[in-house]
């Protein structure tokens, strides 16, 4: 066969292929960035990563059709509370080309969309990004940030503490450990007003971002009959020292993340992370089918879990009420 017949032939050939087939032949290959707030990377790597979150996005993404080494390149990093180095990430993904850039928490997306300007950007989880100044509103972002936000409004702080007075009924004096923000806004704001209607003295333990060792030492001080955790990603990197702490003081608690109840916490009630990191893969989805960020709605956790570890109870020698472990989503023992 000619050289110009064969060209012909190979080009003909090519049209009559089936529709998958040539859409396989021409498929993109996309490239994804993924930051953490404190999960170290080695529990997100892989196709089947350790953290529940990451596992979940990986995993999504591959039910969507996107598979790493094929049409894929996932691009995994972690601040590891280290939050200055969200800029520093951000301009890192951008020099190399990512398509799309997924955020956790406010401060992350803030520093990333200013060093990866023109980036899309996903948060898998925000607290109140209009406030923050991250978005226009939530059925219209506008720019180039969308995602999900964690708020439902702060009772649901409220509803935690419930839980926890649920579970020790005679708790009248429960420590709130916390960094001064998180007492003073609406969140710790109505986890007070729930303990005024609940008959409870709500202690304040502060603590900065570098030094909780203190307020360890103001809970024991205070001797509480239990103790709440505010939502603050400084608990996920601490999980087993808050959990063992709690053992070793024999101190009942509400924990912030379903990782602090894995390792010896005793109770959380929280919004499944995995299920928003479900549900950030099918924005990342949209944005590289060709959606602008700016027009797609952002939503709210529909998943919430109530964890108990009822062996950490048996530690403690509480009994959790049936009514409470009937609800729970999950007990671990």
């Not at 509103?137 to 180039?144: C, H, Q």
């Not at 450990?177 to 409870?200: C, F, I, M, Q, Y």
């Not at 530690?315 to 049936?322: A, E, R, S």
């Amino acid at each position: 066969m000619r050289r110009r017949d064969f060209i012909v032939w190979l080009g003909s050939s090519a049209a009559t292929l089936p529709l998958p087939a040539r859409a396989q032949q021409a498929s993109k290959v996309h490239r994804v960035g993924l930051i953490a707030q404190a999960v170290p990377i080695s529990q997100m790597l892989g196709p089947d990563p350790i953290n529940r979150a990451a596992r979940a996005f990986v995993h999504t993404l591959r039910d969507l059709g996107y598979v790493e080494g094929h049409n894929l390149i996932l691009e995994r990093r972690s601040l590891e509370l280290r939050h200055e180095r969200s800029g520093e990430i951000g301009a890192e993904l951008a020099s190399l080309g990512v398509d799309v850039i997924v955020t956790s928490g406010n401060d992350m997306a803030t520093r990333v969309a200013r060093a990866a300007p023109g980036v899309p950007i996903v948060m898998a989880l925000s607290s109140a990004p209009i406030e923050a100044g991250l978005v226009a509103s939530l059925a219209s972002p506008g720019g180039n940030i969308t995602g999900l936000t964690v708020n439902v409004g702060p009772e649901i702080e409220a509803k935690r503490l419930q839980m926890l007075k649920e579970a020790v009924p005679s708790a009248s004096r429960i420590a709130f450990l916390g960094d001064r923000n998180d007492w003073e806004e609406p969140r710790g704001k109505s986890v007070r007003a729930a303990a005024a209607t609940l008959g409870v003295s709500l202690i304040h333990t502060e603590h900065s971002s570098t030094n909780y060792a203190d307020a360890f030492v103001s809970i024991t001080r205070a001797q509480p009959h239990a103790f709440f955790v505010a939502r603050n990603g400084l608990w996920y990197a601490n999980s087993k020292l808050l959990a063992d702490f709690g053992i070793e003081k024999r101190l009942p608690g509400m924990y912030p993340f379903r990782e602090n109840v894995e390792v010896g916490g005793l109770m959380t009630y929280v919004a499944d992370l995995a299920d928003l990191y479900r549900r950030a893969a099918g924005y990342v989805d949209k944005i590289l089918k060709g959606a602008k960020p700016g027009d797609l709605p952002i939503e709210q956790p529909t998943k919430f879990e109530l964890v108990i570890n009822l062996k950490t109870a048996n530690v403690l020698g509480l009994t959790i009420p049936q009514s409470l472990l009937l609800r729970a989503d999950e007990v671990i023992q």
